[in-house]
T-cell receptor
Framework: NAGVTQTPKFRILKIGQSMTLQCTQD?????MYWYRQDPGMGLKLIYY???????DKGEVPNGYNVSRSTTEDFPLRLELAAPSQTSVYFC????????????????FGDGTRLSIL | TQLLEQSPQFLSIQEGENLTVYCNSS?????LQWYRQEPGEGPVLLVT?????EVKKLKRLTFQFGDARKDSSLHITAAQPGDTGLYLC??????????????FGQGTTLQVKP
């Protein structure tokens, strides 16, 4: 089982460049998430999606964009890279819940380590 | 400001010692999860607690959800070097409904020395 796959694993960008972080999952999960992890800050939610064609902002969406054209894929786009976007980025997915609240576990990829110089 | 305060942020202990990690908030959560993360990998779920006052045990790990569902703790008995890692608490706010959105604490880096 591949689970959640993120590519690339490492990338160095120059200020002002753009790139797309890829995320795909093979668990048929409806819910997908993008986080960034900075030292001592835990994980901060950038964007999330509750299904194909539906996306919404998280805590720290500025400077990022997402799309969700299929259930499997949830790419994260950086348009104009800035040093403040140097971080480790994690994609996650979870099973959707029909209840009032969701307590399903999130399954994470191994991350993309991005440096902006 | 951090919605979910996790403490301590760093803990270095000897093998065989006990430890407790705390996760506190002024907000109420519908559920709270604990994850463990190894270097170079993504977090992996340890447990989910959903009921106020709930206690769950996973071998030497004991997890508790506060009665008011605003806080949680993780207690490790007789820590072993294999317990070394980053421990993260994550809560689902009531306002998040069934989106599955989580708020993460800052994490606790645990080092267990042999």
């Amino acid at each position: 089982n591949a689970g959640v796959t993120q590519t690339p694993k490492f990338r160095i960008l120059k200020i002002g460049q753009s790139m797309t972080l890829q995320c795909t999952q093979d668990m048929n999960h409806n819910y997908m998430y993008w986080y960034r992890q900075d030292p001592g800050m835990g994980l901060k939610l950038i964007y999330y999606s509750v299904g194909a064609g539906i996306t919404d902002k998280g805590e720290v969406p500025n400077g990022y964009n997402v799309s969700r054209s299929t259930t499997e894929d949830f790419p994260l786009r950086l348009e104009l890279a800035a040093p403040s976007q140097t971080s480790v980025y994690f994609c996650a997915s979870s099973y959707s819940s029909r209840g009032r609240f969701s307590n399903q576990p999130q399954h994470f990829g191994d991350g993309t380590r991005l440096s902006i110089l | 400001t951090q919605l979910l305060e996790q403490s301590p942020q760093f803990l270095s202990i000897q093998e065989g010692e006990n430890l407790t990690v705390y996760c506190n908030s002024s907000s109420v959560f519908s559920s709270l999860q604990w994850y463990r993360q190894e270097p170079g990998e993504g977090p992996v779920l340890l447990v989910t607690v959903v009921t106020g006052g709930e206690v769950k045990k996973l071998k030497r790990l004991t997890f508790q959800f506060g009665d008011a569902r605003k806080d949680s703790s993780l207690h490790i008995t007789a820590a072993q070097p294999g317990d070394t890692g980053l421990y993260l608490c994550a809560g689902a706010l009531l306002s998040s409904g069934n989106t599955g959105k989580l708020i993460f604490g800052q994490g606790t880096t645990l080092q267990v020395k042999p």
